[in-house]
């Protein structure tokens, strides 16, 4: 009998990827996964994505897996744009309509809350509270903003919430890692080329010089956890770099930055899943982000150049 190339303990992280998503993923990241690694459509993706999508224009259903519930959150429309990005469909009506979404559930600065007060009554990961009058946060704004630009999205909303940016990436002093990842999501997608690579230039220097990213994974002793964050939380090169141009990518060495491939690679499961570092606090939710890092940890390593299968 022919030997299953997705049941092979010797096969390719890729095929071992691919079953582990036929087995545990929602359509939306079978469709995804399909589309990029398996030559699939991207109509597709977009009719998956779709389900999530609410009558404001926003997106819920837990599309983000951390909050549960159907009501629009903006971390659930960052998700979407990124999602929409990554097909090229990051354009058109479909932008238009969340564009009014953001400005209908932004703060009184035009920026967005990390969770909506709309939030309260469903369940939600205790990392991310849900109180009645919430700020503006870079960890939901920043991502937004940085994809729209990217993708030349030129609306009212954006004006704003560009300074909102702006002026939180530039203050930052002692950030936490969720909060470099957004600066390097808006800075990475900001039309200020000049003024994006010296403000990352300074984030970067706070990365080393605040121990922000695991630079030896062979070292543990020298790793530093950021307070609130779970003990498997450590964030390396690679997820502040997700693509070689990114501006984070050059705050690592060659040698740190393969390092950090290594151990994103190694850390594939027996499963052929990857793991979700942060804290498990519900059972579905653990089962409908791990093929999410799944397909991101693949598209990582083929983007930095590594071999997937």
Same mark, same amino acid.
Not at 2 to 21: D, G, K, Q
Not at 49 to 57: Q, V
Not at 101 to 116: F, K, R
């Given at each position: 009998?022919?030997?299953?190339?997705?049941?092979?303990?010797?096969?390719?992280?890729?095929?071992?990827?691919?079953?582990?998503?036929?087995?545990?993923?929602?359509?939306?990241? =079978?469709?995804?996964?399909?589309?990029?690694?398996?030559?699939?459509?991207?109509?597709?993706?977009?009719?998956?994505?779709?389900?999530?999508?609410?009558?404001?224009?926003?997106?819920?259903?837990?599309?983000?897996?951390?909050?549960?519930?159907?009501?629009?959150?903006?971390?659930?429309?960052?998700?979407?744009?990124?999602?929409?990005?990554?097909?090229?469909?990051?354009?058109?009506?479909?932008?238009?309509? $969340?564009?009014? %979404?953001?400005?209908?559930?932004?703060?009184?600065?035009?920026?967005?809350?990390? $969770?909506?007060?709309? =939030?309260?009554? %469903?369940?939600?990961?205790?990392?991310?509270?849900?109180?009645?009058?919430?700020?503006?946060?870079?960890?939901?704004?920043?991502?937004?903003?940085?994809?729209?630009?990217?993708?030349?999205?030129?609306?009212?909303?954006?004006?704003?919430?560009?300074?909102?940016?702006?002026?939180?990436?530039?203050?930052?002093?002692?950030?936490?890692?969720?909060?470099?990842?957004?600066?390097?999501?808006?800075?990475?997608?900001?039309?200020?080329?000049?003024?994006?690579?010296?403000?990352?230039?300074?984030?970067?220097?706070?990365?080393?010089? =605040?121990?922000?990213?695991?630079?030896?994974?062979?070292?543990?002793?020298?790793?530093?956890?950021?307070?609130? %964050?779970?003990?498997?939380?450590?964030? %390396?090169?690679?997820?502040?770099?997700?693509?070689?141009?990114?501006?984070?990518?050059?705050?690592?060495?060659?040698?740190?930055?393969?390092?950090?491939?290594?151990?994103?690679?190694?850390?594939? =499961?027996?499963?052929?899943?990857?793991?979700?570092?942060?804290?498990?606090?519900?059972?579905?939710?653990?089962?409908?982000?791990?093929?999410?890092?799944?397909?991101?940890?693949?598209?990582?390593?083929?983007?930095?150049?590594?071999? $997937?299968?």
């Amino acid at each position: 009998m022919a030997e299953n190339p997705l049941s092979s303990p010797s096969s390719t992280p890729l095929a071992r990827a691919e079953r582990f998503i036929w087995l545990t993923a929602r359509v939306l990241e =079978q469709r995804r996964f399909a589309y990029h690694f398996l030559r699939g459509g991207p109509d597709q993706v977009e009719t998956a994505l779709m389900a999530y999508l609410n009558e404001d224009g926003g997106y819920g259903h837990a599309l983000e897996p951390d909050l549960r519930g159907p009501v629009s959150q903006p971390l659930h429309t960052a998700h979407g744009l990124r999602v929409l990005d990554s097909i090229g469909r990051c354009g058109g009506l479909r932008v238009e309509r $969340i564009c009014r %979404y953001l400005t209908e559930v932004s703060t009184h600065d035009g920026a967005l809350p990390a $969770i909506h007060p709309s =939030q309260h009554g %469903y369940p939600s990961a205790p990392f991310l509270p849900v109180v009645g009058s919430p700020p503006s946060a870079l960890l939901s704004t920043g991502p937004v903003v940085g994809v729209l630009h990217r993708n030349q999205v030129w609306h009212a909303w954006l004006f704003r919430a560009t300074e909102f940016c702006w002026a939180a990436v530039e203050s930052l002093d002692k950030p936490r890692p969720y909060e470099i990842e957004a600066a390097v999501a808006f800075l990475d997608g900001a039309p200020d080329r000049p003024r994006a690579e010296a403000a990352a230039d300074r984030l970067g220097r706070l990365v080393r010089e =605040q121990r922000l990213a695991v630079l030896d994974p062979g070292r543990p002793a020298d790793d530093r956890i950021a307070d609130g %964050y779970a003990p498997g939380e450590l964030p %390396y090169p690679h997820d502040y770099a997700r693509v070689p141009d990114s501006l984070a990518a050059r705050w690592f060495t060659d040698v740190e930055m393969a390092r950090s491939l290594d151990r994103l690679g190694a850390d594939q =499961q027996e499963d052929g899943g990857w793991p979700v570092r942060r804290d498990a606090w519900a059972p579905g939710s653990v089962l409908e982000a791990r093929p999410i890092a799944t397909v991101e940890a693949l598209r990582t390593l083929r983007a930095h150049g590594r071999a $997937i299968g």
